[in-house]
């Protein structure tokens, strides 16, 4: 029985390396991804733009740039690989804890080509420690996690940085094909999803974030739910009918935010004769009205629910929406199952400059029916940000603990700028709720009559 024995230990020893070699293959390609996207977005505009700040909600491009290198460093090279600190002094300057946004122009830091040539160093020797990693043991090495945190953080930066391009004044700097027009959506506007419990959150995804865990049951009653986002033509009907006059749609905070702000359309829109125009990346163009509607804040998405007498669905509904299967009562990792998102499955990763029109993907929806969950805009529901029950903090509390609580607002799904890596069924976004220069939309709900 011996050779039989070694044989069965040797085939899962190869094993091992194949998977271990296959994670460490993934880890790489996420990172490539992500610096291709960076250097993209940091090459098509001249130095001034890179040091400009456009707008004091924004960090210049090159803060972002070199902010990407420095937590590359803080986690890979020093607390992975445990080297020493490649510039310390400039710890500080990257801390976006100690430094606000408005501040950071006026700070010392790397002028372009410096900061290029610090992510250079740093992603070289951060490429060095992956591939002699042992992708386990640790949390923090476990299933590669510290090097997919990186490629999340650089991807959610590289989303911040596209935001700050379109709200640079200028010339277009950025192309990419338009979406493919959507074939008439001719189901139901709505979907029933049934009351009962499911799984919420996460325990298993490898790379998921802390305020992804843990896995746990939650109870939903039952609702029904938008089948797509609501588009710029619905959007407008509550324009045309004096929804940013009438105080009856809008919280009090709300009311006060529209009148303080003047505001009366989503964020880069302007009326021009008796047509609604948009500006995007540079390009005037008409306000496309099958396309979900894009740069509206926590208010506006509540006060169009209810004009529509409807309302924004919990963190929870719209989880269950995306992710319940209830056939099998299980969770799925996207509304479309466990595969990773292709093309055919959501509009995701910069592929495009704007979102698909409405009732795009019917590859990606939902064992319901639901379409559109992941990718093209961001969804505002109606939570705060919270704590999942037992939630533990890691690898820093930062990332998540210290903006827990009612002055954030959850958005849930990903936009056309957000990258699979750090989008998936269980990701949590949050921001205040005036938010609009992000890449936000909505679909609304009701609550189903129980008989």
Not at 29 to 50: F, H, I, Y
Not at 73 to 85: H, K, P, S, T
Not at 280 to 308: N, Q
Request: one cysteine or more; aromatic letters at 10%.
């Amino acid at each position: 029985m011996t050779g039989p024995t070694n044989h069965t230990a040797s085939a899962t020893d190869d094993d091992a390396v194949m998977d271990a070699e296959a994670l460490r293959e993934r880890t790489l390609a996420a990172l490539v991804t992500a610096r291709e996207r960076t250097e993209l977005l940091t090459s098509c505009v001249e130095g001034p733009d890179l040091t400009a700040q456009v707008s004091p909600l924004m960090s210049p491009l090159v803060w972002d740039l070199a902010h990407i290198g420095n937590q590359e460093e803080l986690w890979i090279l020093r607390a992975v690989a445990g080297q020493e600190a490649i510039h310390p002094e400039i710890d500080s300057l990257y801390d976006a804890f100690e430094h606000p946004r408005s501040e950071r122009p006026s700070l010392p830091l790397l002028e372009p080509e410096e900061a290029r040539r610090y992510v250079a160093d740093v992603r070289g020797r951060a490429l060095d420690v992956l591939q002699g990693a042992a992708l386990h043991g640790p949390r923090l090495t476990e299933a590669g996690f510290a090097f997919g945190m990186i490629a999340q953080h650089e991807q959610q930066h590289d989303e911040t940085m596209l935001i700050t391009h379109q709200l640079r004044r200028g010339p277009q700097a950025l192309t990419a094909p338009d979406p493919a027009p959507a074939a008439l959506l001719t189901g139901p506007a709505e979907v029933l999803v049934p009351g009962g419990p499911f799984t919420m959150g996460t325990s298993s995804e490898p790379w998921a974030l802390d305020n992804e865990r843990p896995a746990h049951r939650r109870e939903v009653a039952p609702f029904f739910i938008d089948t797509v986002p609501v588009t710029n033509g619905a959007y407008r009907a509550f324009i045309d009918d004096g929804g940013y006059d009438d105080p009856r749609w809008w919280t009090t905070q709300g009311w006060d935010h529209v009148r303080r702000h003047a505001l009366t359309a989503p964020l880069f829109w302007r009326r021009d004769s008796r047509q609604w125009l948009r500006r995007r990346f540079g390009v005037t163009e008409e306000v496309p009205a099958g396309e979900p509607v894009l740069h509206v804040c926590w208010y506006e998405a509540d006060a169009y629910a209810r004009w529509a007498g409807r309302r924004l669905p919990t963190e929870a509904e719209w989880e269950k929406a995306a992710r319940h299967d209830p056939v099998s009562d299980r969770a799925l990792r996207y509304p479309w199952g466990d595969a990773d998102p292709g093309p055919e499955h959501a509009n995701l990763g910069q592929r495009h400059l704007r979102p698909a029109p409405a009732g795009s993907y019917p590859a990606g929806e939902s064992p319901l029916g639901v379409r559109q969950l992941i990718g093209d805009v961001w969804e505002w529901t109606s939570s705060d940000f919270a704590p999942y029950p037992g939630f533990q903090a890691f690898p820093y509390a930062e990332y998540s603990e210290v903006f827990f609580g009612p002055e954030y607002k959850v958005l849930r799904g990903g936009s056309f700028a957000a990258d699979a890596v750090a989008c998936r069924g269980t990701f949590r976004n949050w921001d205040y709720p005036i938010r609009r220069q992000i890449f936000s939309g909505f679909r609304t709900a009701r609550s189903a009559e129980v008989s």
